[in-house]
């Protein structure tokens, strides 16, 4: 807890109090382009983003000296106004994040709008209850997929491998399917795949491509094991000291927000996998010569089944044991579309 307070000191420190700006903590720098041609701008702007008589005081998370997993108990407290959380990297302080993204959840784009638009609102009143925190919205970087140095041709290939993962439900598919997962932050990731600490990793092909990941692996396979969901969360304190004609100008601020990075995403996953893979385009990011390893009809059926037989069942155990009713509400709504 110390170094939480040392580190929350000194990034209080590097925002002056004002009453007409906000504290924002964003994206890490590392993962690219959302965080700078998307995120940042926004914030940048943000007076006339909101139509409000505010500005916001932005810092990436990788430059305040705080763990993205600390970011809920940082905006709890109030140190910041305004956090783009890594849902992924917060949801052991809150499992009911996790529901929005299991592994095998959302295969696309479309189906990771329904389930955000289904199970977004249990989201939000956990996080209000228990910390102060108002969603403002959810978006994804897009498809996670896998890289590689050693030679793969299918899922099977992990066993006996070790894999980068970011959160736990990922964790237990990989062991699923043989291999041993490794909880890295992102940052770590690059050199610990040059170095072997790890064979393979999982991220978005374009974090992957800003990263320098290609450089250290051969072959790329684009299967999506989860969309990689991260959000807005607002201080409920912050929130309340609004005007309802504020409050709801903030809002709309943020649902176009997240609607501009939802159709970047996806416009980027495209061109990244190009990218990475020497395709006769790439606009946004360094071409590499990866090897594309399509996905086998049983790797593919491997991940619809997913939800099922494993992130459910192994999440469901986590987040009822924090909140009884966490898997009922999910259930009475994202679950509806599945036969359990």
């Known amino acids: 807890m110390k170094h939480i307070l040392t580190a929350a000191a000194l990034a209080a420190a590097a925002f002056p109090a004002c009453a007409e700006s906000l504290r924002v903590m964003g994206q890490p720098v590392a993962t690219g382009l959302i965080q700078k041609t998307v995120e940042q701008p926004f914030f940048e702007n943000f007076a006339e983003e909101t139509g409000l008589d505010l500005t916001a005081d932005y810092q ?52 990771g709008k329904r389930t955000v638009e289904e199970f977004a609102p249990q989201v939000d009143a956990r996080l209000q209850e228990k910390f102060n925190t108002k969603l403002l919205g959810v978006w994804p970087f897009g498809p996670q997929v896998l890289f590689c140095e050693p030679e793969i041709a299918s899922l099977a290939d992990l066993k006996g491998l070790k894999v980068r993962v970011y959160d736990q439900n990922l964790a237990n598919f990989i062991s699923l399917v043989g291999g041993t997962p490794v909880p890295l932050g992102f940052a770590e990731v690059q050199q610990s795949l040059a170095r072997g600490v790890v064979d393979c990793a999982v991220t978005g092909p374009s974090s992957a491509n800003s990263a320098g990941w290609p450089e250290v692996t051969s072959y790329m396979m684009p299967i999506a094991f989860q969309l990689a969901m991260n959000g807005y969360g607002i201080n409920l304190d912050t929130w309340n000291k609004l005007s309802p004609e504020e409050q709801e100008k903030l809002q709309a601020a943020f649902d176009r927000l997240t609607d501009r990075i939802w159709t970047y995403s996806e416009e980027l996953f495209v061109d990244a ?26 790797d593919i059926d491997l991940i619809g089944t997913a939800v099922t037989d494993v992130s459910f069942p192994a999440w469901q155990e986590t987040c009822d044991a924090v909140s009884p009713d966490c898997s009922a509400s999910w259930m009475e709504t994202v679950g509806m579309h599945y036969q359990f």
Do not use: H, M, W
């Open 60 to 111: 990436p998370v990788d430059v305040t000296g705080i763990k993205d997993t600390e970011q809920l108990r940082i905006l709890k407290g109030g140190l910041f106004d305004i956090v783009s959380l890594r849902l992924s990297q917060v949801s052991r302080d809150e499992p009911a994040i996790l529901g929005l993204d299991l592994v095998g959840l959302n295969p696309d784009y479309a189906t």
């Open 273 to 298: 996998v190009s990218c990475n893979t020497g395709g006769e385009t790439c606009e946004t990011g360094t071409k590499y010569d990866l090897t594309l390893v399509e996905p086998s009809q049983a």
